[in-house]
């Protein structure tokens, strides 16, 4: 809990549906990421908790298996761990149910060559400890009674790195949240996360070729480099308030998303407000997308191309009713509902899956 980002709310909402269970992660930054936003309640840390204000913590990656596996949630009978890293080492008691819900096997791990592209020097040196850490990875994988994806998508990736199927469910949006206007801004929007994964310098890019006007809301490490080359139609905002983000979707002209998303809130949160998302054809993009009908789909990551595609939304509106109906699919009660039904399943089976994981710990 050290950035606000879409698997930090998704655990948030998973907290609020279990309201007396107990709360834990590796470290928390309150000052970043408010109680509020992740189910209301105070999060129990790990002894990496000192460090989460001094430290970046990318450099306190490879302390993260023992932090996670050091929790103290053996006294549970169930536990459901959010995971888009290292969640899944979390340690269950031996009769207990663990049922992770995998946002991705983590990238730096599993997916090098695209993680460290441009930084190759990097990955070489890490090599190393990124095999342990692999290792270790693949061994807390084991201990997991069931897992859970978000994505199809994200389903055969845990199927790839770990030889485990999982059940898919989509991750929650409070569509109710989110209303359309019928105020129109004139301006495409990128909301996003500022790494190089989500790709929004092709955006700014494609925005200063064909001078297309384009706000950028978010922050992360891409933030002063994307004002440096932002052109005279494109506005850099950075970090914004709910309140401005919900009119900023509800009057853009489209919402662009041009990185292969795991499975992509922002796309749905472009729906729910009646803008049509315009996205890269990938990941989860392809199970929330209906090319011309639901939003808009590119096949290629280049700055033409995504032009293109944004000047197709601006000729082509969508209807706002197909829009809504596209995100309703993804409402909180259909998650809750999808969830309880996975919890149950993962119930049912879990003898087997403890079996399992007691000779594993006896063989360890």
């Given at each position: 809990m ?5 698997a930090?709310?998704?655990?948030g909402?998973?907290?609020k ?9 590796s470290?928390h930054?309150p000052d970043i990421?408010?109680l509020?936003?992740?189910g209301g309640?105070?999060?129990?840390t790990?002894f990496?908790?000192p460090?989460a ?8 990656l ?6 996670l ?10 536990v459901i761990?959010?995971s888009?890293s290292?969640a899944h080492h ?7 149910v663990?049922?992770?819900?995998c946002?991705t096997?983590p ?5 090098g060559?695209?993680y460290?592209a441009g930084?190759l ?6 090599s190393?400890?990124?095999g ?7 061994r807390a994988a084991?201990r ?10 994200i389903?055969?990736?845990?199927r790839?790195?770990?030889?485990r199927e999982?059940q898919?469910?989509y ?6 949240s989110?209303?359309p206007s019928?105020?129109?801004s004139g301006?495409f929007?990128?909301l ?10 092709l955006v700014?890019?494609?925005a200063?070729?064909?001078l ?9 490490p891409e933030?002063a480099a994307?004002?440096?080359m932002?052109?005279?139609?494109v506005?850099v905002l ?5 309140a401005?983000?919900r009119?900023a979707l509800?009057i853009c002209e489209?919402?662009?998303?041009a990185?292969?998303?795991d499975?992509?809130?922002?796309t749905?949160e472009a729906?729910?407000?009646g ?12 199970e929330i997308?209906e090319?011309?009908?639901t939003?808009y789909?590119f096949d290629s990551q280049d700055p ?8 197709r939304a601006r000729?082509?509106p ?13 409402d909180?009660?259909?998650?809750y509902?999808?969830?309880?039904a996975?919890?149950?399943?993962a119930?049912?089976?879990a003898?087997a899956?403890?079996r399992e994981a007691?000779a594993?710990k006896?063989?360890?």
């Amino acid at each position: 809990m050290t950035q606000l980002g879409g698997a930090e709310r998704v655990a948030g909402r998973i907290a609020k549906r279990f309201s007396e269970a107990s709360l834990y992660t590796s470290a928390h930054r309150p000052d970043i990421v408010p109680l509020a936003a992740v189910g209301g309640r105070a999060w129990r840390t790990s002894f990496l908790q000192p460090m989460a204000a001094r430290v970046n913590f990318k450099a306190l990656l490879p302390l993260m298996p023992m932090a996670l596996s050091s929790l103290p949630v053996s006294e549970h009978e169930l536990v459901i761990s959010s995971s888009s890293s290292f969640a899944h080492h979390a340690r269950a008691g031996g009769e207990a149910v663990h049922v992770c819900y995998c946002h991705t096997p983590p990238r730096f791990l599993w997916e090098g060559e695209m993680y460290f592209a441009g930084r190759l020097a990097l990955g070489a040196a890490l090599s190393p400890l990124l095999g342990v850490l692999r290792y270790l990875d693949r061994r807390a994988a084991r201990r997991v009674g069931a897992y859970v994806a978000v994505s199809k998508h994200i389903a055969a990736r845990v199927r790839r790195v770990y030889g485990r199927e999982a059940q898919v469910v989509y991750p929650p949006v409070d569509v109710a949240s989110f209303a359309p206007s019928r105020e129109r801004s004139g301006r495409f929007l990128v909301l996003s996360r500022l790494v190089a994964s989500k790709r929004v310098r092709l955006v700014v890019e494609a925005a200063n070729r064909r001078l297309l006007p384009l706000d950028v809301i978010g922050t992360g490490p891409e933030l002063a480099a994307l004002r440096r080359m932002a052109g005279p139609t494109v506005r850099v905002l950075g970090w914004q308030p709910d309140a401005v983000v919900r009119e900023a979707l509800a009057i853009c002209e489209a919402v662009v998303i041009a990185g292969e998303e795991d499975f992509g809130l922002v796309t749905v949160e472009a729906q729910a407000s009646g803008r049509a998302p315009v996205a890269f054809a990938a990941g989860g993009a392809l199970e929330i997308i209906e090319d011309g009908a639901t939003g808009y789909l590119f096949d290629s990551q280049d700055p033409e191309t995504i032009a293109d595609a944004m000047l197709r939304a601006r000729e082509a509106p969508l209807p706002v009713a197909d829009l809504l109906a596209s995100a309703r699919r993804f409402d909180l009660a259909a998650f809750y509902e999808r969830f309880d039904a996975a919890l149950t399943l993962a119930r049912v089976a879990a003898p087997a899956y403890v079996r399992e994981a007691m000779a594993l710990k006896a063989g360890s």
